[in-house]
Structures are given as C-alpha cells and as structure tokens.
C-alpha cells in the first residue's frame, strides 16, 4: 500500500561532508536509533547517515531554518518516501513563510523523478491548498499522464483539483483526447464518468448520447471491458427495457460471430431484466439466457466457468419454476 | 475477436510447488543483513513490514524463530504522545503504522505493553464530519485509511468509539459504478481499494451495501489467463493482487469465482522471482556501498 521509490544519489559526486561545511559546526548530529536492542547493525552510506544524522538534530531542536530546510531537500532526495521529511518540511515552509510559488516548482521536478509516491503528491496538494491556486494543476498532471495515462495518484489529484476549484468545463475534451489515444484506458472512462455525474448528471439526452459513443469505441474492440462497464454504469438507474437499441447492438455484434464475454454478459443482464418484467416469451428469454451462461462456462470465459454456472443456476431457480428439466 | 489483452507469460520452466522454507527462512534473516541499502530506504514501512514478515511467519507455522521481545521493544517505542504510532523511531505517527503496531501486538497478545486509551483517542480524533479519516494531522483522506480506522479499534475491542454509520456513508460513497471502489468518491476502481472498502464493511457489519454479484463480478475479472490477478482493467497482474483480490471475495462469498489451479502457479512463480530478485538486490547494493565507502 505504501508506495515509494527511489533512486540512487544524484548530487553524490557534488555532495559534501557536513564536517566540511562550516554553517553547521554548531550542530551535533543525532545517529539512528534502532531501540533499546538493535537486532541490526546497519552500514549506510556515509552520506545518507550523516544527512539523517543531521535531519534528527534539527527535529531534536524542531529548528525551522534556511538551513534546515535545505536538509530536508538533501534528505528527501534520498528517500522521498521518508513521510517525516516532507512533514518537516511543510512545517519550516510554513513557519518561514516561504514562496509557495517555488515550492510548487520544487515539487513538480520530485514528482517527475517519483510520480508513483504518495508523499509528494500529497506534499504538492497540501502547497496548492496553502496557495489556493490550481492554475498550474490540469497542465501538470497532464505532463505526467502522458508518461503515464493511468498514474493513479496523478488523476485523483486531477479529481481533488477540478471538484474543489470548479475546473470542470474542459475536462471531457480531455477525456475524449486520451480514449482515442488508447480507448482501453480504464482512467479515461472513469474520469468521463466523473465529469458527467458531476455536471450535467445523466439525463436521457446524455445517457443517449454515452450509449452511442461508447457503443462506437466497442464496435472498434468488442472486448474492452472498461467500455462495457461504463456502458453498463451509464444505464445503472435505468430500466435496459426503455432501450431496446441496446439489445438490437448486442444482437449486431453476436450476430458476426463476436464471443466477448462482456458481450454476452450484457445480453444476459438483458434477458434477466426482461424475466423480471415479466416480459412475454419467458420460456425463450430463459432459454437464451441459460444457453449464454453455458457457452460462456464453456468456451468463450472458461476461467469464470464457476460465475457462469452459478448465474445459470440462479436464473433457472428465479425463473424456471414453470420450466421441466435440469437447469 | 482476438484483441490483445494486457497479461504475462508464465514459462514452462517455472517452479510448481512453493518453497515455504525459503521463504521463512528470508523474513527471519532480514533485519540481520549488513550493508542493506533496501532495509534503510524501506524504513518508512518498517512498521508494516514487521506485521507483514510476522504474519507470514506465523503462517508458516515459524512465528517462534522471530524475537518477541525485541519486536515489541520496537513497537513501543513508536508510540508517541498522542497515541499514534511511527512507523520507525523518530518518524511521525501515521494511522497506517498504527493498524500495523497494534497487529503486532495482538500477535504476540502483548496489547497491554502500550497505552490504548490513547491509541482510541487519536485514531477517534482523525475522523471527520463527513465520515472520513484523515491519515495523520496532515488531511489525506483515502478509504485506505477508513479501513485502517476501523481495524484498529475492533482490534482493541472500542469499535463503538467511532461514528460508524458515517463511516459506512463516506466508504459507500466512494462506490463507482462497476460496483467496486477507490480511495474516495469518484476516485477509479482499484482492488487495494476495494479490500479496504469491503473489510471495513465486513468489519462494522454493513456488507449488505454491497451487492456481492456485482462486485464478485468485477473481482473475478481481475483475473486474467495466466492465473494472476490485475488491480484494475487492462493492467498487468501482479501477485499483490492475488491477495487483495481474493480477500475480497472471500468475504464476499465468492471466491470459488475464479480459477484456483492457475493462481497458485502464478504465485509460486512470482514469489520465487522476487526472492531471486531481492537476493540481487542485496548483493548489488552491498558491492556499490563497499566501493562508494
């Protein structure tokens, strides 16, 4: 759960002792504690030991200073996972009352090297709250979805941004950039979601206008499963029956031979829906229904053979009383 | 239709069986290893490494080859004023190494070496109106934390202690509309995620908020035709999942939803890469600390 990573000493070849450095003579540095009975003698590098030496003296004094805060830069490079440092760091900023505006710059370059740590997106969040400035927010996190287009902490930032500062009007546009990069991008379809529910809600002139566009990105892969599942949360609420094109679309694509189990889930989910209803031909609709399961069980999604019998069985137990027969 | 699909390949040449001996034998050796670059940049999770190795101990039935003493030593001493504990010495508290210290100790039944009137303080005081929990003082908000909350205290017994039907409210709200969840409302579905919901539901008895089908649905989905388990849609497997996946469908009641014979493969095979890869790991970081010293 807890993410880091972290590279190797960058400034090892510029770096200098701290014995060396006469700003900080005053200072006794603190070694590292590891309990009353250290199960383990550790041998750092000199430099990460002396830097963190150092960075425990200064919280032993909770000394809020240029120089303090340089360290906490030193130590975070060496381990931007260290929560403490950043913690530490966010105190000093605070208490010197430092250019937030810089520090912002600061922490663009950390993500860059480390876009997969919680800290320093969290430590970016908290520099954008203090600044209540989120103009810089949509092109960062963009620049890092393109290294990345499913970075989870990049798009829950981007999430916290727009919800908190209103920047939703140009977010599906975005959306509609990155899906026709890649139509597979999970994060794309969960973003469009998010905009939509959040702005003009899924009216039936919306939900139209969805099942359309997502039915054209299946048509180009017919077993994306995040296209499925946004098509199936735009109709959550919704009586499938009031939609008799998506069955008619279902119908088009298993017609030409197309096995994709999502397919196929939802010509069940629309079988099962009319069975409910009390639709007419119940006996068919049961019949296909369970003939879909069967082929999914044991051919086109053999690895979930134990979900498909199970729907079979439940269909059958729901709806087969009037029906003779094993299920 | 044959698209691709994002997965791996498991070689025919890979190991079938799991080498639990080796594997005790890593987690008891790995705070003794000299030069260990990857145990001091891994401090930040000491905490919940020591849960996660004792655990695996005492699942291979080896939990005794471990210091008790010691490790509770530890434990204390990153306990701090205001109940929270550090995930090492000198850090600050966190409710992530907090669930994990208070793990620990109930392990070893030794919850009375530490102050846990003061654990239920703090761990109350991170909840917000809203229902949420904050991770510490700083105010990241992730369901992560929702679920370490609550852990936490049915662990010491004070569940009560808590506004458990906000609780329920906030991490119902963070249900999307594939029915899984993320680290907060809107936020993507993500299988850590989902554990975290899930268990916390469980946990205060509100798992009928969830409809199992549909969930057990997109968890088995996780699956891919190699055997492991992905954390979202089009993404690699990764044998992390395999636990929060199936965790998750285990108390959902639908873990014989996905294919028991090709997990097991998939996760003999990864956890020996990864022991492989960590011995290198070692090897490496000690030749470059020896040369750079």
Redesign the interface.
């Known amino acids: 759960?807890?993410e880091?990573s972290?590279d190797?000493c960058n400034a090892?070849d510029t770096w200098v002792s701290f014995k060396d450095r006469p700003e900080w003579s005053d200072v006794k540095p603190i070694p590292?504690?590891?309990?009353?009975?250290p199960?383990?003698?550790?041998?750092?590098?000199?430099q990460?030991k002396e830097v963190f030496d150092y960075f425990?003296a200064m919280?032993a004094a909770d000394e809020k200073s240029e120089r303090s805060l340089n360290l906490t830069k030193e130590a975070a490079e060496l381990?931007p996972?260290?929560?403490?440092v950043w913690?530490y760091r966010?105190n000093i900023l605070s208490e010197l009352n430092k250019d937030l505006k810089g520090e912002l710059r600061y922490i663009s370059q950390v993500i860059e090297e480390h876009p997969k740590n919680?800290q320093v997106w969290?430590h970016r969040?908290?520099i954008v709250e203090w600044l209540e400035d989120p103009s810089q927010e949509l092109e960062f996190t963009e620049k890092i979805l393109q290294d990345d287009a499913?970075n989870?902490h990049a798009?829950?930032h981007r999430?916290?941004c727009i919800?908190q500062f209103s920047l939703w009007d140009k977010e599906l546009a975005y959306v509609e950039k990155l899906l026709k990069e890649d139509f597979?991008?999970?994060?794309a379809w969960?973003?469009r979601?998010?905009i939509i529910?959040?702005t003009t809600g899924f009216t039936p002139e919306v939900v139209a206008k969805e099942m359309k566009f997502t039915q054209d990105y299946i048509r180009k892969?017919?077993?994306?499963?995040?296209a499925w599942?946004?098509l199936?949360?735009?109709l959550?609420e919704k009586k499938l029956c009031e939609f008799p094109s998506l069955m008619e679309f279902c119908l088009e694509l298993y017609s030409k031979h197309?096995?994709?189990p999502f397919l196929m889930?939802c010509m069940i989910d629309n079988y099962e829906e009319m069975l409910e209803q009390g639709k007419p031909k119940k006996e068919e609709n049961l019949q296909n229904a369970t003939q879909l399961c069967n082929e999914l069980a044991e051919e086109c999604d053999t690895?979930?053979?134990?979900?498909w019998q199970?729907m079979s069985r439940s269909l059958a137990s729901k709806y087969g009383t009037d029906v003779s027969g094993d299920s | 239709m044959g698209t691709p699909i994002k997965d791996v390949v498991i070689p025919s040449t890979a190991p079938k069986s799991l080498m639990l001996q080796k594997h005790a034998d890593y987690i008891a050796s790995y705070g003794e290893k000299k030069d260990d670059y990857e145990y001091v940049m891994t401090e930040f999770l000491r905490m919940n490494g020591m849960y996660w190795g004792l655990t695996g101990m005492a699942l291979a039935g080896q939990r005794d080859r471990m210091d008790r003493s010691e490790v509770i030593c530890f434990v204390k001493s990153c306990q701090h004023e205001c109940g929270g504990f550090s995930c090492s010495i000198g850090h600050d508290p966190h409710l992530l190494s907090t669930l994990s210290a208070v793990q620990i100790l109930t392990l070893y039944d030794a919850l009375d070496a530490v102050d846990t009137e003061a654990i239920v303080k703090w761990v109350k005081s991170l909840q917000q109106p809203d229902g949420s929990f904050y991770g510490d003082r700083w105010g990241e908000v992730d369901t992560r934390f929702s679920f370490c909350a609550v852990a936490c205290l049915t662990l010491l017994h004070r569940l009560e202690e808590l506004d458990i039907e906000k609780a329920v409210e906030f991490v119902v709200s963070c249900m999307n509309f594939d029915g899984a969840f993320g680290c907060r409302p809107g936020s993507e579905s993500h299988s850590g995620q989902v554990y975290c919901c899930v268990g916390m539901l469980s946990v205060t008895g509100h798992l009928h908020h969830i409809n199992a089908d549909q969930l057990g649905w997109w968890l088995c989905e996780r699956q891919l035709a190699s055997g492991g388990l992905n954390g979202r849609p089009e993404k690699l497997p990764d044998v992390c999942y395999s636990w929060w996946v199936l965790a998750s469908l285990k108390i959902i009641d639908r873990l014989h939803w996905v294919d028991k014979i090709e997990i097991v493969v998939v996760v003999v095979v990864v956890v020996v890469v990864v022991v492989v890869v960590v011995f290198v790991v070692v090897v490496v970081a000690a030749v470059v600390v020896a040369t750079v010293a």
């Open positions: 759960m807890s880091g972290s190797d090892q590292q504690d590891d309990g009353p009975n199960v383990v003698q550790i041998a750092y590098s000199d990460f425990r919280v381990n996972a260290n929560y403490s913690n966010r919680y969290h969040r908290v499913k989870y798009w829950q999430q916290w919800q597979r991008n999970n994060s969960n973003q979601h998010f529910n959040n892969a017919p077993n994306n499963e995040s599942n946004y199936k949360g735009v959550s197309i096995r994709s889930a690895l979930r053979r134990e979900y199970y």
